[in-house]
């Protein structure tokens, strides 16, 4: 198993997560053979030592021991897969490029996928390409904003990204220089997500939508992960 999550004796593991087993005594006169129920078995199948991979999908999994003269030992595992994610720590960042006064905001998100009891480190995540919905009032003028603008493929998503050893990944919403004169405005982003081990097989994440609101002084309000942060055209950030 990985260093983290702690216990490392946990009998519930992650997708794809390896898990090392060992008979001990380990100077035994013989060994085992080892199988398991679902997913893989290293090479050593027939060591003291060995290590089992867990199954692409949640399940249960049963690895056994098995020694010449009919004794068997087994070790029952749950195996979880991504459901949902929690915020770790989020951060509002300026940028110095930005003429001042303007429509701007920058919101930056450590995401944690969950369950985080167990290692997720060979889950890759990906946010699904989509198009803005509800476009209202300032963000309507096509001069401003061509149809591109409102295409998430065109600003990072469908790329997956691997998750580290905390089960988390970084995730930045931006956008600036909103020239004047401002009016009311609006619009949402569907993010829909998926998670994969092998990056064929795609399975549903729960995820976050993005909204911005943007208001007749240029004030511009920006939503995602349940965090919300107003920002004025001269700098001045309100977080929600």
């Not at 390896?18 to 027939?46: A, C, R, Y």
């Not at 021991?65 to 070790?75: L, P, Y």
């Not at 511009?220 to 700098?235: E, Y």
Request: glycine share 6%.
């Amino acid at each position: 198993m990985v260093e983290i999550p702690t216990p490392r004796d946990r009998k519930h593991i992650g997708v794809a997560e390896d898990v090392k087993l060992w008979i001990e005594p380990q100077n035994l006169p013989f060994s085992p053979t080892w199988s398991t129920s679902h997913g893989g078995m290293s090479n050593n199948v027939n060591s003291s030592t060995s290590f089992v991979v867990a199954p692409n999908r949640a399940t249960n999994i049963t690895v056994t021991a098995s020694f010449t003269n009919d004794v068997a030992f087994t070790c029952d595992f749950v195996v979880l897969e991504p459901i949902d994610y929690e915020i770790a720590e989020y951060e509002i960042f300026e940028d110095p490029d930005w003429a001042t006064p303007c429509g701007a905001a920058i919101l930056f998100h450590k995401i944690i996928i969950i369950p985080a009891t167990v290692s997720f480190a060979k889950v890759s995540v990906m946010e699904v390409g989509d198009v803005a919905i509800n476009i209202t009032g300032y963000f309507t003028d096509d001069t401003i904003f061509p149809p591109e603008f409102f295409d998430h493929r065109n600003s990072g998503s469908d790329e997956w990204i691997g998750l580290d050893y905390e089960n988390s990944l970084n995730d930045e919403s931006n956008l600036g220089g909103l020239p004047p004169p401002w009016s009311n405005g609006h619009f949402i982003l569907p993010i829909p997500a998926v998670w994969s081990v092998d990056l064929i097989e795609e399975n549903p994440l729960q995820w976050s939508d993005y909204e911005v609101e943007l208001f007749p002084n240029g004030d511009l309000k920006m939503s995602k992960f349940g965090k919300s942060i107003t920002r004025s055209i001269n700098g001045n950030i309100t977080e929600h």
